[in-house]
Each structure stands twice: as C-alpha cells, then as structure tokens.
C-alpha cells in the first residue's frame, strides 16, 4: 500500500492542465538558451493561457498553450503536447530546437494553430485516440517521434454508458516489440453524475505510484487526493488536506 507522503509528493511533480499546473511543466532550452514558462495573466483561461518565452524576454513568445493543455519532456529531447479535442485526445511531438520566436500582438503566418497550442515549431509526429474507447486493454500504433515514450497517463471525459462513469484515465504502455504498445482505459467509476458536480468537479491529473503500482490522483475541488483499488475503477482512499 503506498504511503500518504509519497503519492503527496509524486502528485505535486505530476503535470497537470494550463493554467492551473504550469509550474509543473518540464524546463526547456533552445539551442543552449533556457526557456521560461508563465502564466498570461491578460488571458488566464483562453487560447493563450500559458506562454514559453526565451529566459528574461517577455516580450517574445515561442509557444502558448490553451486552457487544459498538458506539456511532458519526451525522450531523448523533444516536447509533447496533449489535450481534448471534441470527442478525442489528440497528442503532439514537437522539437523545442525548432520553436520561433514571435509576439501576441503580430503572430507570423509561420504561426500555426493546432487547437490546443500555438507555435512556428517543427511538429515530428501526432496520433489520437477516441474517449469513448471500451474499458480494458487496446492496441495502439504510435509515430516514430513516440519511440522514446516510456509510458503517458491521461485523464479525459468519458461517455460510455454501459461503464456509468464520467471521466476515464487513459494509460499508455511502454512495448518491448513492432506493434506491442497497448492503450489501458480504466473508467472511472466514482465519478458519476449522481456523486460528482460535473463542470464544477473535475480530475486533474493522475500518475502510478511506481512501488505499489496503484494509480493515484487529484483534482479541481474534490474531496482530497485519493489512492485507487488494484482495478483502477475505484477510489480506495482520500488522503492529505482538503481541497
């Protein structure tokens, strides 16, 4: 069983959505040259949330994240991205060498809009996955920028009727050989319209404590963090302060 402090301490280096969890982003550098993340505080919940910047220059921007992004370092040195889009979660691989500098205020045409973020950088590769995949194990193909992918574990809505759970955590898994790498949903089955305030209640983010195995997680006005059963489906235990 893990201990409260550890999954404490795992949850706050867990990344989680801009803006709400952008000091929890990966640091970043650019041809030797250290990149900033922040908060824009002219646009806290929109599409330019959180920005990147060259270290001490505000004033040019290099990537700017929308409301509910997710960042994580990907092996060896590239930058993914992940975020709801309709009924999907789409996940990106970009290369920071390749992020360009621009303003708010006269983005380039070299600028592209990808939803969830916006950057002039050099997108190596992208895949989705439906939120409304069955419960249970799938397979998954993913880009070569990908390779370097260990394991990703996402949390999105969930619309399964059958499952009677609102929200699902998604894990992908590493694989040894061509064509091994499978996609877990686990639904998560206390989250439901009859014990949770949809909209006002959410699941933030969730992670593996590495020695028990169990998923852990928190959120936007739970109870508390909490500790699942083995299945995944259910919350074991809240832990730690109240939220």
């Not at 996402?154 to 929200?167: D, L, N």
């Amino acid at each position: 069983m893990p201990n409260d402090r550890t999954v404490l301490d795992i949850l706050a280096k867990t990344v989680g959505p801009a803006p709400w969890y952008w000091e929890t982003f990966p640091p970043l550098e650019r041809y030797g040259q250290r990149l900033e993340w922040r908060r824009n505080e002219t646009s806290p919940g929109g599409q330019s949330s959180v920005l990147l910047h060259p270290e001490g220059d505000e004033n040019h921007i290099v990537l700017s994240l929308s409301t509910y992004t997710r960042v994580f370092p990907l092996s060896p040195s590239l930058l993914g991205l992940w975020f709801e889009d309709g009924r999907c979660i789409r996940v990106f691989a970009l290369d920071p060498e390749t992020l360009t500098d621009y303003s708010l205020d006269s983005e380039p045409e070299s600028i592209k809009d990808y939803g969830g973020f916006r950057s002039g950088a050099e997108i190596l590769g992208e895949f989705y996955f439906s939120l409304d995949l069955e419960a249970g194990e799938h397979r998954i193909d993913l880009p070569v920028a990908f390779s370097g992918l260990d394991r990703l574990l996402m949390v999105g809505s969930y619309a399964m009727i059958q499952e009677g759970a609102c929200a699902a955590a998604f894990e992908i898994r590493p694989g040894t050989a061509p064509g091994s790498r499978r996609i877990a949903v686990y639904p998560q089955k206390w989250f439901t319209r009859d014990k949770i305030d949809l909209g006002y209640q959410w699941i933030t983010r969730m992670a593996r404590e590495p020695d028990s195995g169990r998923l852990v997680g928190d959120g936007i006005r739970l109870p508390r963090a909490f500790v699942m059963e083995k299945d995944g489906c259910h919350v074991e235990r809240w832990i730690g302060p109240e939220q």
